[in-house]
């Protein structure tokens, strides 16, 4: 830890806080469980900000990897290629929503949303509209830290100090069904915010490129969350007023939401799908926009008419970490169901994807993950509703595999705790000390465990929450 704190300068990290708050060293990773120096173990209750999906060490991503590592570890990706690169995007560009046939890499998912926004505004230029510059995006939406998704996110925590350097972009307010009336549905909530897209798109439609949104759950604005008919609405808007649409399916993709890919849920395809967590399963950065064949025609022509997208990153499409992806499809893919189907699902959490249409080549056809995560969804609402009528839990919010807890000073008008008080640390704190790794977005505190988390595992999580939120909202 004193080596550490002498030479690093971690992520989203005030430094000066280690000087009070025990910075941790991890050892090794198995499963849901991560070991210290100590021998003191934490279960991963966040997934390792959103990235793990089968747990620490799996044996079978493990043996993928070193049998590519024995192989190719990188090669350049301009003008060469790869097996595992090649299989990958075959097989996401079969799983994705339909029309999605391209697939161009990335190596995070900041770069994966430069991407989107790059392509989409080359698109329009290329086919004649250099008019469209711009982009729409939602109110409390996230989708990365460099520069350019930076600007199309509205995180105040992490833009305003940037906001000189950040393009102009259209912020609409949002779908985010915490802001409803007292007894309004989730989905009427989501139909009357998307009159403010509706009109933002009527008067400026001429002027923008794209609308990017993060289908259904705002992870890192404090998981807020909204109905998928918000989607539909959008899909069909943003038809009629010739604007991609772009998912930036980053934290919500790979069965997060209850189905395979957030979108699913309202039955539509973006213009781009941007991914990375979980997509190697957590093991190596790597992203991936998925497109459309008639956006890839529009870049394609003869060298000299400068048409072609000439982005690029050194690692783009890096073979250790598509084998990763590919093992992690694998687990997603391979795996037979021993449990009855499960009955359908209540309104709002929409339809679950069956993998059989997918692959004609599957060993089995139906992946059992999806429908044990339903399971755990379930155990997950049952081990957080004793919070319900805590005075100080304004809403217990859920979309499959991410439940989130939203503290407040006052119930009835749900008045937030000051942010400088920092109530969620508290929580931190009280997790980090009976073992369970708990990271709140402010006063939110949530659950986003890898999908192979037990019950009793769940029961502990929520168990460890709830005195950790007792002790945080004591005074
Ligand atoms: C994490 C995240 C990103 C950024 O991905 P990085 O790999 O951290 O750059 C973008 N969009 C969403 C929705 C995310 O959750």
């Known amino acids: 830890m004193e080596r550490d704190v002498r030479v690093l300068w971690h992520p989203c990290t005030q430094m000066k806080d280690h000087e009070q708050l025990p910075l941790i060293p991890i050892r090794r990773g198995r499963g849901a469980w991560l070991e210290d120096f100590d021998g003191k173990r934490y279960l991963d209750a966040v997934s390792s900000w959103w990235v793990n999906l089968f747990g620490h060490s799996h044996p079978d991503i493990n043996a993928a990897l070193k049998d590519q590592v024995d192989n190719l570890e990188h090669v350049i990706f301009g003008g060469f290629s790869h097996q595992p690169g090649i299989e990958l995007a075959e097989r996401l560009t079969r799983l994705a929503p339909s029309g999605l046939t391209r697939c161009f890499y990335a190596d995070n998912g900041s770069a994966a949303v430069e991407v989107a926004l790059k ?47 950040l393009m102009d972009v259209i912020t609409v307010p949002g779908p985010d069904c915490y802001h409803r009336e007292a007894g309004e549905s989730w989905e009427a909530y989501s139909r009357r915010a998307f009159t403010h897209m509706e009109q933002a798109l009527e008067r400026h439609a001429q002027e923008v490129c794209a609308v ?23 899909r069909q808007a943003c038809n009629r007023h010739g604007v991609h649409l772009i998912a930036d399916e980053i934290a919500v993709g790979f069965g997060r939401t209850g189905t395979l890919f957030a979108c699913e849920q309202a039955g539509i395809a973006p213009d781009f799908m941007c991914l990375s967590k979980g997509l190697t399963g957590g093991y190596l950065p790597l992203a991936a926009v998925l497109t459309r064949e008639v956006i890839y025609q529009a870049f394609y022509d003869d060298y000299a008419t ?32 021993d449990r009855p189907p499960e009955p359908p699902l209540p309104q709002g959490e929409g339809r679950v994807r069956e993998l059989k249409e997918a692959s004609a080549t599957m060993a089995h056809p139906t992946s059992n993950v ?16 004793p919070l319900q009528d805590h005075p100080h839990v304004a809403e217990i919010r859920q ?75 004591a005074d």
């Open 370 to 385: 999806l429908s044990n995560n339903r399971h755990l969804s379930r155990c997950m609402a049952e081990a957080a509703a």
């Open 212 to 234: 990017i949104v993060e289908p259904l759950v705002q992870c890192a604005g404090a998981m807020r969350m909204y109905h998928p008919v918000y989607l539909t609405l959008l």
């Open 306 to 337: 400068l048409k072609a997208f000439l982005h690029s990153h050194s690692y783009t499409g890096n073979p250790l970490a598509c084998r990763a992806a590919l093992a992690t499809l694998d687990l997603f893919e391979f795996q037979l169901t």
């Open 119 to 165: 392509m989409s505004f080359h698109y329009w230029r290329n086919t004649g509209k250099p008019q469209k510059t711009r982009y729409i995006t939602l109110s409390n939406s996230y989708h990365g830290e460099t520069l350019g998704a930076l600007a199309v996110g509205d995180v105040a925590l992490y833009k305003e100090t940037y906001r000189p350097l």
């Open 399 to 473: 979309t499959g595999m991410i439940l989130a807890i939203e503290l407040v000073k006052d119930k009835a008008t749900k008045e937030p705790y000051p942010w400088q008080e920092r109530r969620g640390l508290t929580v931190y704190r009280h997790g980090l000390e009976r073992g369970v790794l708990l990271r709140p977005l402010g006063n939110v505190v949530y659950f986003m465990p890898p999908y192979i988390v037990t019950p009793d595992e769940i029961r502990l999580m929520a168990e460890v929450a709830m005195e950790g939120i007792e002790s945080a909202t």
